[in-house]
Antibody, heavy 118, light 109 residues
Framework: QVHLQESGPGLVKPSETLSLTCTVS????????WSWIRQPPGKGLEWIAY???????NYNPSLKSRVTISVDTSKNQFSLTLSSVTAADTAVYYC????????????WGKGTTVTVSS | EIVLTQSPGTLSLSPGERATLSCRAS???????LAWYQQNPGQAPRLLMD???SRATGIPDRFSGSGSGTDFTLTISRLEPEDFALYYC??????????FGQGTKLEIK
């Protein structure tokens, strides 16, 4: 059974860069799409970006200028960086696996809370 | 951008009752790329339905999905206590690639 685990700092200062990693266990990172999704406190879900195991990427236009997603197949990990963060970037950040054909998100990590504050 | 509008925002029902949740797309979409998720407080979303009407692995058959074009429905035939949660519909394929509805909160009456 595939498990996803997010890791990274829980507190980031305004204007700095947020960096998160998702470790995939119980299966290969190959053949799937891998996404980051976030959820601000009390709000809905916002998709941030995905990466295919080959390295092909797609970003939410609203965040594209500040986001980079990358994959390390040797470590079965993919990562997110979000630059120039503000309080509006405070959220629970989830990583998730996307089906290779219809891209529904069938496996999710438990999420990690990131707070932007000085 | 394809906008998904879910209704109602909050649905108050009792265990054993039938729940009908709606998801309306701002333009016609393929049901192949329409999914539903359940989220309990403090937990990650869980895939319920993919392809608008296919139950994900382990999802009980009291959950069903239907619809096409711009109107999609998630139905829970007989509510169990564990079904009271937040529900999101999601579409893949536009720009941004993934969009989510704003959610429907299913609460105990």
């Amino acid at each position: 059974q595939v498990h996803l685990q997010e890791s990274g700092p829980g507190l980031v200062k305004p204007s700095e860069t947020l960096s998160l990693t998702c470790t995939v266990s119980g299966g290969s990172i190959g053949s799937f799409y891998w996404s980051w999704i976030r959820q601000p406190p009390g709000k809905g879900l916002e998709w941030i970006a995905y990466i295919f195991y080959t390295g092909s990427t797609n970003y939410n236009p609203s965040l594209k200028s500040r986001v980079t997603i990358s994959v390390d197949t040797s470590k079965n990990q993919f990562s997110l960086t979000l630059s120039s963060v503000t309080a509006a970037d405070t959220a629970v950040y989830y990583c998730a696996r996307g089906d290779p054909y219809y891209q529904y998100l069938d496996v999710w990590g438990k999420g990690t809370t990131v707070t932007v504050s000085s | 951008e394809i906008v998904l509008t879910q209704s109602p925002g909050t649905l108050s029902l009792s265990p054993g009752e039938r729940a009908t949740l709606s998801c309306r797309a701002s333009q016609s979409v393929s049901g192949n790329y329409l999914a539903w998720y359940q989220q309990n407080p403090g937990q990650a979303p869980r895939l319920l339905m993919d392809g608008a009407s296919s139950r994900a692995t382990g999802i009980p058959d009291r959950f069903s999905g239907s619809g096409s074009g711009t109107d999609f429905t998630l139905t829970i035939s007989r509510l169990e206590p564990e079904d009271f949660a937040l529900y999101y519909c999601q579409h893949y394929g536009g720009s941004p690639r993934y969009t989510f509805g704003q959610g429907t909160k299913l609460e105990i009456k």
